[in-house]
């Protein structure tokens, strides 16, 4: 079966530090991967989709990029964090069928 | 742009009670639908997955139905319990481009004993 793996699950960063969320996926290969964020009260919003290795297409322009430099590896950065930058980061798989979610990294920007 | 609205955005009900929460898509040109589950600082728990051909799925004491014409999808819970308190997300996945999902803002269940 699917599995997602992600860390941290939390994360408390100054303002203008580096950023870097790892996820990783199990059980399955060439996977469609996804960086979500959910910010207080509202809905998730798409950053980032990855198609294959070193395909990133954005979804939205932000402070944040993203990279996969394995299959079945996805990494969330930033060079500088923003007070904005604050919220939970999911990261999903799925191609057209169902989509499969992690547990999620609780960042909080001071 | 395809835009998902769920209704009520917040519900509490005694255990036991049958209820249903309600979805809505303003372009009926989905791939599918999908029904998930969050609790309070946790990831998302997939429930239903209804194809854009089906009329709904069940799974327990969940049915989820869909009529993609009215942009229209509902989660019946049955028997309503305690552990079922959570936050309901639904989301619709655009037929074409890269099968993103596009969430609404969920329900907040409560039951309580």
């Known amino acids: 079966s699917q599995t997602i793996h992600q860390w941290p699950a939390t994360l408390v960063q100054p303002v203008g530090s580096p950023l870097s969320l790892e996820c990783t996926v199990e059980g399955t290969s060439n996977p469609n991967l996804y960086w979500y964020r959910q910010a207080a009260g509202r809905g998730l919003q798409l950053l980032f989709y990855?198609?294959?290795?070193?395909?990133i297409s954005s979804e939205v322009p932000q402070n944040l990029s993203a990279s996969r430099p394995q299959d079945r590896q996805f990494i969330l950065s930033s060079k500088k964090l923003l007070l904005s930058d604050s919220g939970f980061y999911l990261c999903?798989?799925?191609?057209?069928?169902?989509?499969?979610f992690g547990q999620g990294t609780r960042l909080t920007v001071v | 742009k395809q835009e998902v609205t769920q209704i009520p955005a917040a519900l509490s009900v005694p255990e036991g009670e049958n209820l249903v929460l309600n979805c809505s898509f303003t372009?009926?040109?989905?791939?599918?639908l999908q029904w998930f589950r969050q609790d309070p600082g946790k990831g998302l728990t997939s429930l239903l997955l209804?194809?854009?051909?089906?009329r709904e799925q069940t799974s327990g004491r969940l049915n989820a139905s869909l009529d993609k014409s009215s942009g229209r999808s509902t989660l019946y819970i049955a028997a309503s319990q305690p552990g079922d308190s959570a936050t309901y997300l639904c989301a619709v996945r655009p037929s074409g481009g890269y099968n993103k999902l596009i969430f609404g803002a969920g329900t907040r269940l409560a039951v309580h004993p």
């Open positions: 209804i194809q854009s051909s089906q």
């Open positions: 990855s198609v294959g290795i070193g395909q």
């Open positions: 372009d009926s040109a989905i791939y599918n």
């Open positions: 999903a798989l799925g191609g057209n069928t169902e989509a499969f």
